[in-house]
């Protein structure tokens, strides 16, 4: 991630493991270089300057998270009051590119507005706890185009972002496939389950079982020579082969296992 937008996350300590740790793992997974005090403050390092010299001053976005919490925090006002300064110095009192804003809700902006109204000039970014790939999709959308505006808007900048926003979308249809693989897989198996379950139960394969090892090792036999073939039949475990002879479909094989894995 080096070659990656540098991002700082402002937030309040009281926000860390049910709102944004979870935002800054899906920021990761998207290929955004996050400065998280979690990770980068060491035990022992000065934590003023961690924070300040090492994580804003650095940071080529800073993401300012606004909750009821960060409301509360003196360290989250001491990193706006840092932010605001710095901006202020580059001449920059109107147009605070490196900032973005984000509140947990409507009140959290307008209580805002009124203690640094230079904080809300933007379109509200709204972002609850249980936000969605929607709104993940907006933030990450708004750090490359704070990013692209600092950059000076060149073409190797566009080329770069593009690149971006194509690993983004590649990664996600990824993870769609596979969240969709393993439902299928889940909702399957437990078909399966619920299936052989009522075979085992109902006491029709009773004979044909207790002479599994004969038909897994033979796989093709004759049927007439087991009792229960027919019913075997009739739930799909065998199929006719040739003449006399019956043979072990795939879904047979799967009965066996599931047999043999539950025994």
Same mark, same amino acid.
Request: hydrophobic share 35%.
């Given at each position: ?70 409301? =509360?925090?003196?360290?989250? /006002?001491? #990193? +706006?009051?840092?932010?605001?300064? *710095?901006? $202020?110095?580059?001449? @920059? ?66 080329? =770069?972002?593009?690149?971006? /926003?194509? #690993? +983004?979308?590649?990664?996600?249809? *990824?993870? $769609?496939?596979?969240? @969709? ?83």
């Amino acid at each position: 991630m080096a070659n990656s937008v540098l991002v700082f996350v402002s937030h309040s300590s009281d926000d860390k493991e049910d709102y944004i740790e979870p935002i800054v793992q899906d920021l990761e997974d998207c290929y955004i270089n996050v400065w998280f005090d979690k990770r980068k403050i060491l035990p022992g390092n000065n934590l003023r300057k961690s924070i300040f010299r090492d994580g804003l001053d650095k940071a080529d976005i800073a993401l300012l998270f606004f909750t009821k919490q960060s409301l =509360q925090s003196s360290w989250v /006002d001491r #990193e +706006i009051k840092h932010v605001l300064r *710095e901006e $202020s110095k580059k001449g @920059n009192n109107f147009d605070l590119n490196k900032i973005i804003s984000i509140f947990d809700s409507t009140e959290t902006y307008e209580t805002i507005s009124d203690r640094y109204p230079e904080l809300t000039d933007d379109l509200l970014h709204l972002m609850p706890k249980d936000y969605s790939k929607n709104d993940l999709g907006q933030l990450i959308s708004a750090i490359w185009s704070k990013y692209l505006d600092l950059q000076g808007g060149d073409i190797e900048t566009q080329k =770069q972002l593009l690149a971006k /926003d194509k #690993e +983004i979308f590649q990664k996600d249809k *990824e993870i $769609s496939a596979l969240n @969709n693989s393993l439902s299928q897989v889940k909702t399957k198996s437990t078909s399966d389950d619920d299936l052989f379950s009522k075979y085992l139960s109902s006491g029709k394969l009773q004979d044909f079982i207790a002479r599994k090892d004969e038909i897994l090792i033979a796989g093709t036999f004759v049927g007439r020579e087991f009792s229960g073939t027919n019913v075997a039949m009739a739930f799909g475990i065998v199929e006719k082969g040739s003449g006399t002879l019956v043979k072990l479909t795939p879904k047979g094989i799967k009965f066996f296992e599931w047999l043999l894995l539950n025994e």
